[in-house]
């Protein structure tokens, strides 16, 4: 225990001297994962996971929170947008370990868009003890939004999930991350508790009424000795994140957020969600 939290010091040192970024101290486990689609093979978009990866993440953290190394996994799986592969894959792989995820999805997306969600299938959700949370109205990044818009994104989000499903909406996953104080402020007036952000750096905090949480995006690349170093907090696992976090942050500053966008989907390989294929054919390749 005593060399993991020298190795812990020396990785918040190192990214303090060359960034001017701390690791915030939060307890190892507290990183929460955010994950998009989920798909039965490999597929050519970055944040798209394989079922069978999804299977060996989920089994790492019921075994690192059995050895006591994490607390319960509640509430720390999360995925984004509402697509369809959530409840055909994400969902069945969740409950064999045991794990209830959160849910955040596109409003105007239920129901209407091809590989994403029904209201019944959220329910469905719902029903098994999962979360459903809003990720706006339409996706557009919120600190870009006109007064009319950012209502729209956050207010009739809410307002449709809790009249839909029942339940009530108080967390918010800011759609690309983009957040800025008056977004903030905007989520307090419209009744949100907490939102969540893509820099797992940042230090948890409440700041204008609204609990702000950053979470760790998974990419296909994260196989599980990858993540495990990372709940783990590797000190070399830790620097090589803070320094892409860096770099990102640099590459956003210097080209804008619409060029930046614009930039991200070339490299992701992002065209559209992948399409689901139809019930016969869609057990998940996740291993015995």
């Known amino acids: 225990m005593s060399s993991t939290r020298s190795s812990y010091r020396l990785a918040s040192a190192v990214m303090t001297s060359t960034f001017g970024k ?41 075994k690192l929170a059995t050895e006591n190394r994490t607390p ?30 959160t849910f955040f999805v596109i409003g105007s997306n239920i129901s209407n868009k091809p590989n994403y969600m029904t209201w019944e299938e959220l329910r469905q959700l719902v029903f098994r003890g999962h979360e459903v949370q809003s990720h706006g109205w339409s996706h557009v990044p919120l600190n870009q939004c006109s007064e009319n818009q950012l209502k729209e994104e956050l207010v009739r989000s809410k307002k449709t999930l809790e009249d839909k ?20 402020e905007a989520c307090a007036k419209a009744g949100y508790k907490q939102v969540f952000h893509s820099d797992p750096w940042a230090k948890p905090c409440e700041r204008a009424g609204i609990r702000l949480a950053g979470r760790l995006i998974v990419d296909r690349k994260m196989d599980a000795n990858k993540l495990r170093r990372l709940l783990e907090q590797e000190w070399s696992a830790m620097f090589l994140l803070g320094l892409r976090r860096h770099l990102k942050d640099g590459l956003k500053n210097t080209l804008g957020d619409p060029l930046y966008h614009k930039l991200w989907c070339q490299m992701s390989g992002w065209t559209g969600p992948v399409e689901v294929p139809g019930d016969e054919d869609t057990s998940p390749q996740q291993g015995s």
């Not at 307890?27 to 999804?54: N, W």
């Open 72 to 101: 319960a996994p509640a509430s720390r799986v999360t995925f984004d947008d509402g697509h369809l592969s959530n409840y055909r894959f994400a969902a069945p792989l969740l409950e064999k370990h045991g794990i209830r995820g």
């Open 22 to 62: 701390q690791i915030d101290g939060r307890s190892r486990s507290q990183m929460i994962l955010a994950y998009h689609e989920i798909v039965p093979g490999v597929e050519s978009y970055r944040y798209a996971v394989a079922c069978s990866v999804l299977n060996e993440h989920l089994a790492l953290i019921t």
């Open 165 to 184: 499903l029942g339940i009530s909406v108080e967390s918010l996953s800011a759609a690309h991350g983009r957040w800025n104080d008056h977004v903030l």
